[in-house]
């Protein structure tokens, strides 16, 4: 991305960062040019590596001298373009690195969890693994894998023989699922973070359909950096297992180290927090080649060709209500997500509480009891997978 910097009084428009180069894009009202806005993106992205890099320090040598090794972070692609988008900054960063003959500030790994395989469709998705491809071939330093969805934990919809009632139901038990998995992957890989692409529109989107569904309470793990629980690992789900807790002070010593292994979570960032997705979709299109050649649009086209608005589930509604307020208003989906920042994660630092068997989110004992009571919800059946939060046991009903 060069062009010839010319004198600012022969431009028709300058550039409001650089003034040197012709303004084609407007910025948060601003018109700035096409390196300028890539510099702008590029910044968000390595600031909050930067929080990140302070939070995953390198131990020092027994030996003395300055830390060896490499950080080690997982990337959470979807192959859409968000992610993509953080991958290629991600690689960007590492490669001015190297050019300036330093070390890598970090390595990744790259996991995409497939959710066009099921327990009755295991042949991998061809489109699936013509886009990996795509993506191997233009990064080659990193390694990508591809997990399918039903290698993970048991889920309801392998544990019960009840095929989920809706397709919002489905969306939205795919979505508990997926997260999951990358968390899992992140810390059988032995990952230092998980790294999403969530951008600020994404992560308001986010905030408001949980809250929607019933899960407020698990908000501040869910848009919040920071270490976010992997229930998976707990022992005894269904078996009574809770009341352990009423020996008070943690007690015996099998359950300390359960617990110790239940309270492991994986540390998981966004880097792209700070960037609207409009912007992230005008960078793709910037960078050369294009990184829109890259992503798989199938998810798009299909949410685009739904007619009903019975068939949209909250996350479409969602995105189709933040896509016209980040046109006019990007400030009020920068709050909706900053507010949300700010709430107190319950229980912080504590591994005794008992996590949604589903999601893996921190169970409310009492919010959840009180949504149960007041929209005539039943007792909550075994399905195999331990206890669920309200917004799991509402989408896994039958
Ligand atoms: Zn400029
Ligand atoms: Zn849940």
């Given amino acids: 991305m060069t062009s010839t910097p010319r004198v600012e009084g022969s431009l028709s428009r300058p550039c409001m960062k650089c003034r040197v180069q012709e303004a084609t894009l407007d910025s948060r009202s601003q018109p700035v040019c096409r390196d300028c806005f890539a510099k702008f993106i590029a910044a968000k992205c390595i600031k909050q590596t930067g929080i990140l890099g302070k939070e995953t320090r390198l131990p020092l040598p027994t030996t003395g001298g300055p830390p060896t090794g490499t950080r080690h972070y997982m990337v959470g692609l979807s192959l859409g ?15 001015f690195q190297l050019a300036r003959g330093r070390n890598a500030p970090f390595d990744l790994t790259v996991v995409h969890i497939d959710t066009t395989t099921t327990t009755t469709v295991t042949t991998p998705s061809p489109a699936v693994e013509e886009a990996l491809t795509r993506y191997r071939t233009r ?33 939205d038990v795919t979505r508990q699922l997926t997260r ?49 629980p992997v229930g998976g690992k707990r022992k005894g789900l269904g078996g009574g297992g809770g009341e352990g807790r009423e ?46 050649d890259l992503v798989w649009e199938t998810k798009d086209d299909a949410a685009a060709a739904v007619v ?75 399905t ?15």
Wanted: glycine fraction near 12%; proline fraction near 6%; include cysteine.
């Fill in 384 to 398: 195999g997978t331990g206890r669920l939060c309200y917004g799991c046991e509402r989408s896994t009903a039958g």
């Fill in 308 to 382: 009903s608005h019975k068939d949209l589930s909250i996350e479409e509604v969602m995105g189709r209500y933040f896509a016209e307020v980040e046109e006019s208003y990007p400030s009020v989906v920068a709050n909706v997500a900053r507010t949300t920042g700010k709430l107190v994660r319950a229980g912080e630092g504590e591994a005794g509480g008992e996590w949604c068997g589903l999601c893996g989110m921190p169970l409310d004992e009492d919010g959840d009891e009180r949504w149960r009571g007041e929209l005539g919800i039943q007792e909550r059946s075994d």
């Fill in 81 to 95: 373009v968000s992610s993509t988008v953080l991958l290629h900054l991600l690689s960007e960063n590492i490669e």
């Fill in 139 to 171: 990064y080659p330093r990193f390694t990508f894998h591809r997990t399918p969805l039903s290698s993970t934990t048991p889920t309801p919809s392998t544990a019960t023989p009840t095929p989920l009632p809706t397709a919002a139901s489905r969306s």
């Fill in 180 to 228: 999951r998995a990358l968390l899992e992957q992140a810390r059988a890989r032995g990952c230092q973070a998980l790294l999403l692409g969530h951008s600020t529109t994404a992560l308001a989107e986010l905030t408001l359909a949980e809250a929607a569904k019933g899960r407020g309470f698990a908000l501040p793990w869910l848009v919040k950096d920071g270490v976010a």
């Fill in 247 to 292: 020996n008070g002070d943690g007690g015996r010593n099998e359950d300390g180290e359960e617990e110790e292994e239940a309270g492991k979570g994986v540390l998981v960032y966004h880097p792209l927090r700070d960037a609207l997705r409009k912007e992230l979709v005008i960078y793709a299109g910037l960078v050369e080649p294009p990184l829109t």
